[in-house]
T-cell receptor
Framework: SQQGEEDPQALSIQEGENATMNCSYK?????LQWYRQNSGRGLVHLIL?????REKHSGRLRVTLDTSKKSSSLLITASRAADTASYFC???????????FGKGTKLTVNP | DAGVIQSPRHEVTEMGQEVTLRCKPI?????LFWYRQTMMRGLELLIY????????DSGMPEDRFSAKMPNASFSTLKIQPSEPRDSAVYFC???????????FGPGTRLLVL
């Protein structure tokens, strides 16, 4: 079953704008990760946020985690055409390295 | 490091044929994961190994699917007999204990006619 559910399913913005994607999950987690997938390629890890963290930054990426609401958001600032990809959240639950992925948000950044 | 290597990259076969997908994890990684990705179901974990031992195969759809990891540097996912609904992209990923991320291979795009 899908643990993470991303929202929106698709997002189209102009270059330079910010993109925000959300992820909701159902059970307690150890950490939540965001991955990126370019068309026809494998997934690439972007950032991990642990259950005791509320916010994390990496370059133009900002991730928040609200464990009370079982939700996370990924913000990409000053988007570029090269950011066009699908973005997935994945949750790791207790005692296991197993990840459960959502269905992803397809982001299109128009030049 | 070459990353996770999967072969073949593309496979077209006819219903009823046996399909074998191969994966070479990153050297030194002790866990290996097989995923399937479809438009309808997204990315699903099929099975994962830790130190070459299958830990969780609850995602394997049915007996037609089997996976092996005879050593730390090689794994196979076999479908016998294949069916059109098995058409998907199959990813292998590897991970080393203590690291943050799983590393994904480029995937095998399978089409069963």
């Amino acid at each position: 079953s899908q643990q993470g559910e991303e929202d929106p399913q698709a997002l189209s913005i102009q270059e330079g704008e910010n993109a925000t994607m959300n992820c909701s999950y159902k059970t307690s987690i150890n950490n939540l990760q965001w991955y990126r997938q370019n068309s026809g390629r494998g997934l690439v890890h972007l950032i991990l946020i642990r259950s005791n963290e509320r916010e994390k930054h990496s370059g133009r990426l900002r991730v928040t985690l609200d464990t009370s609401k079982k939700s996370s958001s990924l913000l990409i600032t000053a988007s570029r055409a090269a950011d066009t990809a699908s973005y997935f959240c994945a949750t790791e639950q207790g005692g296991s390295e197993k990840l459960v992925f959502g269905k992803g948000t397809k982001l299109t950044v128009n030049p | 490091d070459a990353g996770v290597i999967q072969s073949p990259r593309h496979e077209v076969t006819e219903m009823g044929q046996e399909v074998t997908l191969r994966c070479k994890p990153i050297s030194g990684h002790n866990s290996l994961f097989w995923y399937r990705q479809t438009m309808m179901r997204g990315l699903e974990l099929l099975i994962y190994f830790n130190n070459n031992v299958p830990i969780d195969d609850s995602g394997m759809p049915e007996d037609r699917f089997s996976a092996k990891m005879p050593n730390a540097s090689f794994s196979t996912l076999k479908i016998q007999p294949s069916e059109p609904r098995d058409s998907a992209v199959y990813f292998c990923a590897s991970w080393r204990t203590g690291e943050e991320t799983q590393y994904f291979g480029p995937g095998t795009r399978l089409l069963v006619l």
